[in-house]
């Protein structure tokens, strides 16, 4: 089936230090993939997406390049703030099981001033 | 423009009982989903419904049923509640009616507690 694996956490960060979270994926189609955001005391929401090999997702400051070859979609920021301070949700939704979205176990970000 | 809403926010329940969750979507969305986000295990799809039919489930038992509204408004229901259906359920929505490429926006979700 299909499955998502981040890399584990916690990170701490300085803020204005350079951000990556790895993402890799396992599916049986062709998925599209998104990272969700979940802020202290606030629900998920939609940080960005990709929904085909080699688009590039961004908002906020944050990309994440949809890598077929690697199965890939890692989340990087070039300069990270206190207020991203979160934890960061990798996840798909494959084609072949439509509605269901596979998330990962979540990343937890602190950024420190 | 309002969000996805649940009700209630905290719902104790015991062993052997049944228990309610609604949620509502941004308006005009006509998808919802369901999620259970467990202690340990992470979040995990339970219920998909567009246009008041269920397209997909996820793996888990008959208990753990729903139904979407007219107004596309939905319920989940578990039933014969178990300790480890303790968890924080999730609903989210879209607009698009894929199921696959859809931005789904999230609610504050329903904290549920089985005693």
């Known amino acids: 089936g299909d499955s998502v694996t981040q890399m584990e956490g916690p990170v701490t960060l300085s803020e204005e230090a350079f951000l990556t979270i790895n993402c890799t994926y396992t599916a049986t189609g062709y998925p599209s993939l998104f990272w969700y955001v979940q802020y202290p005391g606030e629900g998920l929401q939609l940080l960005l997406k990709?929904?085909?090999?080699?688009d590039k997702g961004s908002n906020k400051g944050f990309e994440a390049t949809y890598r077929k070859e690697t199965t890939s979609f890692h989340l990087e920021k070039g300069s990270v703030q206190v207020s991203d301070s979160a934890v960061y949700f990798c996840a798909l939704s494959d084609r072949t099981n439509a509605g269901k979205s596979t998330f990962g176990d979540g990343t937890t970000l602190t950024v420190k001033p | 423009e309002a969000g996805v809403t649940q009700s209630p926010t905290h719902l104790i329940k015991t062993r052997g009982q049944q228990a309610t969750l609604r949620c509502s979507p941004i308006?005009?969305?006509?998808?919802v989903y369901w999620y259970q986000q467990a202690l340990g295990l992470g979040l995990q799809f339970l219920l998909w419904y567009d246009e008041g039919e269920e397209r997909n489930r996820g793996n888990f038992p008959p208990r753990f049923s729903g139904r979407q509204f007219p107004n596309y408004s939905s319920e989940l229901n578990v039933n014969a509640l178990e300790l480890e259906d303790s968890a924080l359920y999730l609903c989210?929505?879209?607009?698009?009616?894929?199921?696959?490429?859809?931005?789904?926006?999230f609610g504050p979700g329903t904290r549920l507690t089985v005693l």
């Open positions: 990709a929904t085909k090999a080699d």
């Open positions: 308006s005009g969305h006509t998808s």
């Open positions: 989210a929505s879209s607009s698009e009616g894929q199921g696959t490429t859809d931005t789904q926006y």
